[in-house]
């Protein structure tokens, strides 16, 4: 692989503390987004369920109660170590580039992607490959931060994140990421942008609902 991109070099830093520093920074609200991602996935007991840009696994027993099986995708080596340890039957793990997806085309019933797509450096590539290795009628579901729609909650939000919450992260993560972090929540396509970009890469019937005003984003499509 070549030089890691910024979107892992942090989580590789972070990876024993990811997950409390995820629910910390999002004032423990975390697992309800979580839950409301995964409410919405059609279940398919006899499926495989792609988890792309898994991180230390946190979705992976809410995906096993809907799923025969998950393969989670990572590029983050020490991310996909924390998920090891937690030593999940039923599960597999890959180290991978979710713009160069190593598997063959057709061959997940649904991927789900957790907070990832805004760290991935090309996200209308990723998007490509994740249509790909998708079967005909299979199911993408994304969760990502977005900007409330209202525009007076939006620039509440936004200086909210600004003043508090990538400061709080800054610390934790001893570097700074503050670009990055800010940069990919306010540069994302979310609401409608984001519905117009996966039909242009070929998925039907997308659709979104803001979470808690737009703080996040649930969208899903179809192949
Ligand atoms: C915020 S974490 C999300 C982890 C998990 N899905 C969750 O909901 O907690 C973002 C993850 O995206 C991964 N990532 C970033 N760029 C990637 C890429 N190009 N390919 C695969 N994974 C990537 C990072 O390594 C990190 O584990």
Redesign the pocket.
């Known amino acids: 692989m070549k030089e890691t ?1 910024l ?2 070099r942090i ?2 830093k972070i990876a024993d503390k ?2 409390f520093t ?1 629910k910390f920074l999002s004032f423990g609200i975390m697992p309800y987004w ?1 839950s409301r991602l995964v409410e919405g996935i059609t279940p398919k007991k006899e499926g495989i369920v792609l ?6 696994g ?2 992976f027993p809410k995906l096993l109660e809907r799923f025969d099986r998950v393969v989670g ?4 080596l020490p ?1 996909l170590k924390v998920a090891k340890k937690k030593k999940l039957l039923k599960t597999s793990l890959v180290r ?4 160069r997806l190593p598997f063959k085309g057709d061959s997940f019933n649904t991927v789900v ?4 797509l805004r ?3 090309d996200r209308e590539q ?1 998007l490509r490959e994740i249509h790909r290795v998708l079967k005909v009628g299979g199911e993408l579901h994304i ?1 990502e931060v977005g900007i409330p729609e209202n525009p007076l909650l939006g620039k509440l939000f936004l200086t909210f994140l600004k003043k508090v919450v990538l400061p709080l992260g800054r610390l934790r993560a001893k570097e700074d990421v503050y670009e990055h972090l800010f940069g990919s929540i306010v540069d994302f396509p979310h609401g409608g942008k984001m519905i117009e970009l996966l039909t242009s890469v070929g998925f039907s019937k997308a659709s979104y609902n803001p979470v808690m005003g737009g703080i996040v984003y649930i969208y899903r499509a179809r192949k």
């Open positions: 991109p979107g892992v989580f590789d990811y997950e995820a979580l988890d792309l840009a898994c991180g230390t946190i979705l995708l990572d590029y983050s991310m991978g580039d979710a713009l992607v957790s907070l990832g760290h991935f450096p990723s969760l």
